[in-house]
């Protein structure tokens, strides 16, 4: 084949839009999934290697096949006295080490993008892709930005399509390497999409409602509180007064208008005014757990011994199920010794007290003389609203695991009869769901059967559990101690803090090392 002159096809149609022409490939060597290009280029070899650095990506566009090739070079060589065959006046001549990205193919103005390698033809063109051009062959024109990666010097924003959360996606990364900043990113970003009816958290760390408030995000917050450490019922006012002292603790400093509403199907709930105009809209529903309803849905976590018990009480004596005092008062009965022997009694007393002295159970308020159980709504109710957060992180320890697992399960059970639109749920640090087989297994479950009905996770955590990481499409690594599995990735995975590498369908490549924008 003649060899075409450098100068004839700088300015050639419709190739400067793809970046800037480096030379003309002379000849090409394939080595397995390495390409070792001999390119002639009218540039310095300093002009060539300040582009051609290893790690950066080349472009070889050969006409006879109409295909593209994209390469991340790894190695450059120069010949300073090439042969003959391929010597020309004036030309820099260099060998070009490339392993092979993807091949693009054009059909009357459409591509079509393949892991399968065309070895190009002398005379092909060597571009060095421009930032448009990279974002194109590696897929990154999606409606979700994730953050941006640096790629030949651009920062190049990394972004996918929302469609690709129907998979789900998996946040893996140790403590303070960026997983709730990203996550939050991801939700700010998926609020302003129409396409989802509800986007729902699970927030295990307070961090969110300020995060999203203060960011223009109108949010509904379930906020369970440990009213009953009292020991009594209290009046609105003292209500309203916990609310405020509760919302300094999720960091809202400022002085804030609080206006309060009571209805039958919602109770009580404030909705709290900021000063500042770009702020959005809080609703907080203060709530508490209401025993029945956890203790029906939380038996299968239980003690074996207590599970025994609490089933036999449900057959027995069903009232006593209906509040922790009942409970209780259900325990002392002499008579239950008859069925039951002591030792699981206590075990079953012990867990009692526990919940008693929580305060989260049962809570009573006073409204006009009037006594009214706030635990007898459902936490359920505020998901006709678009973004909920169920703030939890001050759940103590030895509840906090078992009421976030049946409150996801419930979530899940009501989306279900909704079968209205696409939903996200958010579980943040899912790491306390993982060390027992039977939570894991239950969010398992979910995850599958919310896939079927329209409901897709964001599961953020620092455990790596390959039955979790296999049920999601999208998954992100972000800094860990040791890698817990090979991924297929020609990245590094030697991360710094907010570093992130996204595996996804939706992408054209195998992976793509990214940060946090």
Known sequence: MQRRDINSVINEAGINRLGDVLGIVERSVNEGNRLILTVGSRLSYNDIISRLFIGSYVLVIDSTTNSEVMLKVSKIENIPNPPPSIGGLDSTYVKVFGDFVITRTGNNGTYRYSSLLIIPASGSLLLYPNDETIRDFFGLRGNLPIGKAMINGFSVPVAIDSKALDKGMLIIGQPGCGKSLLTKGIIKELYAISDYRNIVIIDRTGEYTKYLVE?????????????MRLGRSIDIDELRRYVIDKLRVLGFRSKVKVKMSLSKDDGVEFNVYFPKREFGSLSV?????RFRWFIERAINYLDPEVKYIVTTLMMEN????????????????PELLNLLNKSSINKAMDLAYLLRNSGY?????NVGGENIDISIYSPMRLLRNKLVIFDIHELPEYLLNVYEVVLVEDIIRWLMGLRNGKVIIVVDNAEGLMGSSDMLSTLINNVRIGRIYG???????????????????????MRMSNSPLRINCNETTNLLNNEFILLSPWLNIDCIKGSIA
Not at 455 to 477: H, M
Request: proline share 3%; aromatic share 12%; no cysteine.
């Open 285 to 289: 529903f203060p709530s508490s757990i």
């Open 215 to 227: 960011r223009g995000l109108n949010v509904s917050l379930l906020l369970p509180l440990d009213l």
């Open 318 to 333: 069903d009232k006593s199920l209906n509040t922790v005092q009942n409970f209780m008062n259900a325990l002392r009965n």
């Open 361 to 365: 159970f049962d809570a009573v308020i």
């Open 455 to 477: 409901v897709s996770f964001i599961i953020a955590t620092r455990t790596f559990s390959r039955k979790l990481y296999r049920e999601f499409g999208n998954v992100v690594f």
